[in-house]
């Protein structure tokens, strides 16, 4: 701790993101730095506590608390405050393989846990996660290293998501040849194609990292889609170990009266054709488009804010986004004490824009869908929503209860469903036959990752369900390091 | 009276004296506590755990019958209703908790006690800190109930009644062989568990009180007494006594019957008169307070005028000593311990340890030994001759004034935090010279009335020691006067300017 009195001098201050109006015009990031001073002041904020929480990463209440990957968080602030950037991304990269997109992506669990967050606003620590790792980039700090040694063992790796990606780079530290397999046409999976290029630049920073574990010996085979055009044995017979990040892909799906019509598609696919068109040329050739459209997303998570963004720099007509949930409270609530996960009021980027754009926060509460309607030649014309109030039943668990005559006819001609996600694609987990949970998720203990089957592990959403980008990235870590030891019979991997 | 050890090897015997001494209570303290401000060496590296030293303590009590007359507390972590239970069958009746009600109240174990940046406001004096502080006595009385409860729940269900029940009941713990740890295997649990075979006369809990023999206190017997005119009608009482070297604390019974009656203000100057003559006990005018002077013929031992509190302390050699009394010591060690007002003449030295953590007490003394004025925060030293090494050692308040006749002073004062001055300023030469003709008039000094006849020559030879803190802090108040801030505004705004002084010494 550099600086004792930090968190009394200085005020939170984050760097101001581009402008809703500009931003939205483009697919560029939104994000923008900050100065230098600025930032070492930031820093200075953290209290290196005696007893800190932000690097806990444990569930509570469950809800991630802390830093799943424990980022050495207090030592990294004290050596940004201290303007010594190499050896904070040295710090940095002790525990976390990829901070250039856990400081664009990840909601900061630590900032939730930060003891400052007690009775001031917490440290900035995901900005200054960002400026460590993007520093370091600048200068040229990180770049491809190939083991020193091989060990002659062989992985294949599904899925190149965050899970995949840490995972393999890993292994790949430890010696092992590594192979991802993904059936995308190009690798990072949600980060390529989940997340939207003005959250996490794809060109810029997703790639930029795949080429240099490329250039670090890993070995990425896209359009590979095992049991389609991969032979799914030839993992148990040609690679000595095998570690499914297949993720959780399988979207929840409102089954109501319209739901066929033209018109209605689950987030992931606007996402992932809208990510695709930027790249290949332009967002004008995305398949679904939302211009000069009335666009409805159902549900308020983070995937339905990255639909609203791309709704809004598509040119949409109107924007409303369906939450059945009430409006979070503007501060904690005595039942959500720090360090749990704060439910409070966030305005996100896609919020703020369709604000900036239409006057007014797109969020509808307490709200649900009741039918789609369409036109003769099947396309989606409107919505019926209707308003909720949540209800014990006879068990004590709250349920959903409609409230009659509230029905509302809202004009849509496209409908996003980002109501979350379900669990892993079955096919594959049932062609190999592997074991799976009681919510389907491959059977694996967490820190233990081990399958039914010998030598194949799983790691991220496809065995813990959906979640957070930094779960993955711990998951992915814990089960190179399972993998090292089933394979060496010892490890040394974090 | 309650006597603080540590938990460690051998603690049993030094509790049977402690008992012996007469303490009411033995405290068993156990090794992982600790301000957030200790170093991390004292935290995790000093003591033991308060179980074993604990079950040590009761154990040696028991066996040589002094379990009877004193409690025995614990404390080190104690958190829950189980620890107080197992603490209580380990031979304890009283329990001290600190770390767990400090967090009920919003303590966060920061461990920054010491910088003045408690961020819950828990240890802090800045005001924007502490106004972060949210915690409620409620928190605490919460807290306690808890314990207090799993504390009945787990006596119900082992069938007690009283927590005395249950002292040193070891036959009712067992060792939990549960524990697969391989470590765990050469544990032997039996000396802590073992329970000294006595017979039923012989107490296991405290039952007795302690004859601390305060009735045969010279105060009881006669001082008191003597008082009671002034104390009850403000008479002036003058008194003259024999006093002998059994005599222990001197004056403070009567002078707590004082301040029962008339609070800290006490009596007007020299109401109540005593004149010993002999050799006084130790702790002689310990807390006496305002209004009482006291003064003897003869010497004093240790603790001479601890916790002084605005009394009056005269000491002198017989007139037909056959010694010179500015060579020899006449007051034993730690003198004015943490003294807070009042004056004191000693017509002659005083011996290590003058004036330790005084803080307002205006002292005249012919000589000190060594680590003279350490600590000490306020109020005025005269010495009047030599002083020993390591003199005004982490000193930050009050000015020393030394006769340094030999040039050699600077060598045995600790300057880490006190400058070494002049005496310059005409109104400080003249409170100087006020102080030791009080001291001249009270005691007859010689060597006092040697300094005030050629007082001109003497000034320069006075070393003013005075706290760079205490210098600074007196300017600040003075610029704050200035500023047209007086009384507590005054000097909280120079505490505020202060604290931010980064020439700081003290207090980090």
Redesign the interface.
Known sequence: MGK??G??EYLRELPLDRSPLERTKDWKEFHVHMEDKKLRNQGARC?N???PFCHTGKLVSGMASGCPINNLIPEWNDLVYRGLWKEALDRLHKTNNFPEFTGRVCPAPCEGSC??G???PAVTIKNIEAAITDRGWEEGWVFADQPKVRTGKKVAVIGSGPAGLSCAEQLNKAGHTVTVFERADRPGGLLMYGIPNMKLDKKEVVLRRIKLMEDSGIKFICNATVGDNVEPQIFLKEYDATVFCTGATQPRDLPIEGRNLKGVHFAMELLTANTKAVLNGGAEHCPIHAKDKDVIVIGGGDTGTDCVGTSMRHGCKSIVQIEILPKPPLERTADNPWPEWPKTYKMDYGQEEAAAKFGADPRVYLTTVKKFNGDLAGNLQSIVTVEIKWEKNEKGQFIPKEQAGTEKVRPAQLVLLAMGFLGPEQALIKEIGLETDTRSNIKAEHENYTTSIKGVFAAGDCRRGQSLVVWAINEGRGAARECDRYLMGSTDLP | MSVKLVSEVGVGTIAAGVAKAHADVVLISGYDGGT?SSPQTSITHAGLPWELGLAETHQTLVLNNLRSRIAVETDGQLKTGRDVIMAALLGAEEFGFATAPLVASGC?????CH?N?C??GVASQ?P??RA?F?GKPEHIVNFMTFVATEVRELMAQLGFRTVEEMVGRTDRLEAQRAVTHWKAKGLDFSKILYSPDVGPEVGRFCSIKQDHGLDKSLDLTTLLGLAQPAIDRGEKVIAELPIKNVNRVVGTITSYEITKKLGAKGLPEDTIRFRFKGSAGQSFGAFVTRGMTLSIEGDANDYFGKGLSGGKLIVHPPANAGFKAEDNIIIGNVALYGATAGEIYVNGRAGERFAVRNSGVTAVVEGVGDHGCEYMTGGRVVVLGPTGRNFAAGMSGGIAYVLDQTGKFAEQANVSMVGLEKVESKAEIAELRAIIEHHVGYTGSARGKQVLAAFETFVPQFVKVFPKDYKRMLGCIEKAESQGLTGEEAIMAAFEENARDLSRVGGN
């Open positions: 004792p009195t968190f009394i209290m506590c005696g007893v003891v400052l007690i009775n001031n | 957030g966060i174990m920061m461990r920054v910088l940046t961020p819950v800045d924007r800190l972060r949210a």
